[in-house]
């Protein structure tokens, strides 16, 4: 795991543009993650992918961007991902029905044990605080059983050189209100 910070507020003053990127942080995720999840919900967040930042002022805005890779144990969709704030989940769909609400959603096209897919969102958002924050992400199940779920690494996990091993990253850029 790999944090970045360029984080410069104690320079920040009252006379500030809005729109102006005041900090960014990433943590970028170079190991592999799994977790057993059932149909339809979110997991715990995802071990080492997650960034803190401490708003200059509570008009700021965090423009939050994930890229995670991941599969699931089963052929045929993956499933997706939450995005939250502490423990509020953020950035997610309308209540629909019996739908689950989402922030990220994506499916396998073949049924293939070495198949990842990207699944990335942007979100800004409006957190209204000058305390410390923690974004992460939540796997989301989509298989109606029981299944585990991969981040940087396919469910067969072949040892072959035609086979990447990827990285999923969160960045966080404070933006002035």
């Known amino acids: ?23 960014v942080v990433s943590t970028t995720l170079t190991s592999t993650y799994s977790e057993s999840i059932s149909s339809g919900v979110s997991s715990n ?13 509570t008009d700021s ?3 939050v961007t994930v890229h995670l890779y991941m599969s699931s144990e089963v052929a045929f969709g993956f499933g997706g991902f939450v995005l939250r704030r502490g423990a509020t989940a953020i950035g997610i769909g309308d209540a629909s029905s019996s739908r689950s609400r989402v922030t990220a959603f994506a499916g396998a096209y073949t049924n ?3 198949d990842i897919a990207l699944v990335s969102a942007s979100f800004l958002d409006s957190p209204a605080s000058i305390s410390e924050l ?17 981040v940087n690494r396919s469910s067969g996990n072949r040892d072959a050189a035609r086979d990447g091993r990827p990285v999923s990253t969160i960045t966080l850029m404070e933006v002035a209100g």
Do not use: C, W
């Open 134 to 150: 923690t974004y992460a992400v939540s796997l989301h199940a989509r298989q109606s059983t029981t299944s585990t779920y991969y």
């Open 112 to 114: 293939d044990d070495d």
């Open 45 to 57: 967040t995802v071990t080492g992918l997650s960034a803190l930042v401490t708003p200059a002022s």
């Open 1 to 23: 795991m790999t944090v970045t910070s360029m984080a410069n507020t104690s320079s920040i003053k009252s006379g500030v543009v809005a729109g102006k990127i005041l900090q």
């Open 61 to 63: 805005k965090v423009l």
